[in-house]
């Protein structure tokens, strides 16, 4: 995920040997997905024939009235356009943007679903190297997320707006395709790594580009959807009432027993690892392989006090998860995977977590790569309504992988050098410890680098009332190893510092370049309210995509409550928290 630029200087073409084919075999992979990306919009078509729901036959003309109003809204109005007027019967199909909404989804799913076989068959090609199977599998992970979130969010639009409230139907729905999205860069970027690695990639990255501008498409319209339906709703209310708030309390899955056990400081757990044997298993590993699969039920693993050296994944199925330690200095989940040894950065992960509603407290997740050994991450969380709470995320360049959806950290220590919390969920760090390890020679610090690749993603990084400052390592040496705040790893990076104290090891331009002026206009930073000899703004970056904030109004869409509809999940996690300013 660094800056793969200055990585590449430094590498040799002979750490990689291929065989004679080797071009011959991409160009041919090349084609495949070109003509699988063909199929699977006509496959498409069909399949949203066959499901498609008959909604009394609108007019030709008003239905491409309709569709086209609805793709004016998106980044890629022609591909938008001509995609969903060439389906059959396409005018007996649309007579509103959410039916466009819904055909743009199901052309997509069919597009990743001819993807996928594609995909599959690379990996059993010959002539690859370690890290290029590893890139590819995470690809075929990342494909299969893309496929559960994309339906999911065909089974809400379908019920859209009947069940819940248009806030919660919106959240979610900018969620699943935000994340779909991320799916699509993040199995590109594990191809980022080495000249062998671009090679690779210039064979997948036409069928992953196609299906990232389909989702865009419909986050676009979503967006747009959603956006004007509350307006609407707001209008429609009678003066002098206010619309009930939402969230608040806690969420109808979680029992009152559940609630009672997650606020207790004495806590029952399922079963318990211990490495000296006293428990139920020894390993964290398989304690999360025998928990039930696609639990409702909040299912506690108990992880007591030991160093367990082990790469922990908490698959998609494996669902309202809690692990507990008996102290972030005792409990410890330590692992060494990095890419200077053959990993991807997603795969480097000592702890990998997708399972949604996952829990954590009392542990630290730790990768000992060390500093050289580039990108070595400590935990990566891809797991929807997310939270961690008194945990360690310890580890050097990459530490934490804030990957896709809703995320919240509250009482964590962080500490890292080189773009050390990074990804593209919407990610709250609240009454956080975030330091600034000492890196290699040379390196400069940067505490984020947010990945947000679309401008309607509801994706960010949100530091509030956290401290940043640096490891006693450091310290002696701050004059020759800048810190920054963060810097833009993609076009429309968002990160927002606000009521945080500052130490005097942050530069005084607060933020970094990534590579001249990339992103400077498009990215979204911002600080409110901080404190410290760091938080000084008098000589800030002066990018068109920077500004702080005076407001407590236009601070408030970042707080916990806004940015990841705190009110409506966080009380199932028994932390202590605030959802405003």
């Keep these: 995920m660094a800056n793969f630029r200055q990585f590449l200087a430094g590498m040799s073409d002979s750490t990689y040997t291929y065989k004679r084919n080797k071009k011959l075999f991409l160009s041919l992979l090349a084609s495949f997905l070109l003509i699988a990306a063909v199929i699977g919009i006509v496959a498409g078509v069909n399949s949203s024939n066959r499901r498609s729901h008959d909604i009394g036959g609108a007019s030709i003309a008003t239905s491409h009235a309709i569709l086209k109003s609805s793709c004016s809204n998106t980044l890629y109005p022609d591909l938008c356009f001509s995609a ?6 396409m ?38 190297t370690k890290r290029e199977k590893a890139a590819i599998n995470d690809c075929l992970e990342m494909v299969d997320e893309t496929l559960d979130e994309l339906r999911k969010a065909e089974e809400k639009l379908n019920e859209y707006p009947s069940k819940k409230s248009l806030r919660n139907y919106a959240d979610d729905l900018k969620t699943l395709v935000s994340a779909a999205i ?51 709703e707001l209008k429609m ?28 400081s004495t806590v029952t757990p399922n079963v318990v690892v211990a490495a000296d044997g006293s ?6 590993s398989e304690a999360v392989a025998a928990a039930p699969e696609k639990s409702s039920t909040r299912y506690i693993i108990r992880i007591k006090a030991g160093v367990y050296k082990e790469n922990v994944d908490v698959p998609k199925t494996k669902t309202n998860l809690m692990f507990m330690g008996d102290g972030r200095t005792t409990t410890i989940i330590t692992g060494s ?34 500093p050289s050994k580039h990108q070595a991450v400590a935990l990566r969380v891809g797991a929807d309504l997310s939270a961690f709470y008194r945990c360690d995320m310890i580890a050097y360049q990459d530490t934490l992988y804030v990957h896709s959806n809703r995320q919240f950290f509250v009482g964590c220590y962080v500490a890292g050098t080189v773009d050390f919390i990074f990804g593209n969920a919407a990610a709250v760090l609240q009454d956080c410890d975030i330091h600034a390890r000492r890196p290699n020679s040379g390196q400069k610090n940067m505490v984020t680098a947010q990945g947000r690749t679309d401008p309607n993603q509801n ?41 945080t104290a500052i130490g005097a090891l942050v530069d005084p331009a607060g933020w970094h370049e990534w590579d001249g002026s990339f992103a400077l206009d498009t990215l979204e930073y911002r600080e409110y309210q901080n404190s410290g000899q760091g938080a000084d703004t ?29 009110g409506s999940w966080l009380g199932s996690t028994g932390f202590p928290y605030q959802l405003g300013l």
């Design 459 to 499: 994706t960010g990084i949100v530091i509030q009332k956290c401290r940043i400052d640096a490891t006693s390592d450091l310290k002696p040496v701050i004059s020759s190893f800048p810190t920054f705040l963060g810097r833009p790893w993609k076009l429309y990076s968002r990160t927002m510092v606000m009521q």
């Design 91 to 128: 005018s007996g199909k649309v007579s509103s943007q959410k039916d466009v909404i819904m055909l743009v989804l199901n052309l997509t799913i069919a597009t990743v679903e001819h993807n996928y076989v594609i995909v599959k068959k690379l990996a059993k090609a010959a002539n690859l």
């Design 337 to 370: 995977r990095n890419v200077v040894d053959g990993s991807t950065t997603f795969n480097s992960a000592t702890v990998a977590v997708v399972g949604e509603r996952f829990l954590a407290r009392d542990i630290t997740f730790q990768n000992t790569a060390g």
């Design 182 to 232: 991320t799916n699509q860069e993040s199995c590109l970027d594990g191809f980022s790594h080495g000249k062998a690695d671009r090679r690779v990639r210039k064979g997948l990255i036409g069928g992953e580009t196609n299906v990232e501008k389909m989702c865009s498409n419909a986050l676009a319209m979503i967006k747009n959807m959603t956006d004007t339906d509350m307006v609407n």
């Design 237 to 264: 209310k009678p003066a002098g009432r206010k619309l009930k708030e939402e969230g608040g309390g806690w969420p109808d899955w979680l029992s009152a027993g559940d609630r009672r056990l997650l606020q207790s």
């Design 84 to 89: 969903v007027a060439s389906v059959p019967g």
């Design 279 to 284: 428990g139920d298993y020894k390993t964290v």
């Design 538 to 566: 008098s000589r800030r970056v002066t990018w068109k995509g920077y500004k702080v904030i005076t407001s407590a109004a236009e601070a408030k869409p970042y707080t916990a409550g806004e940015f990841i509809a705190g």
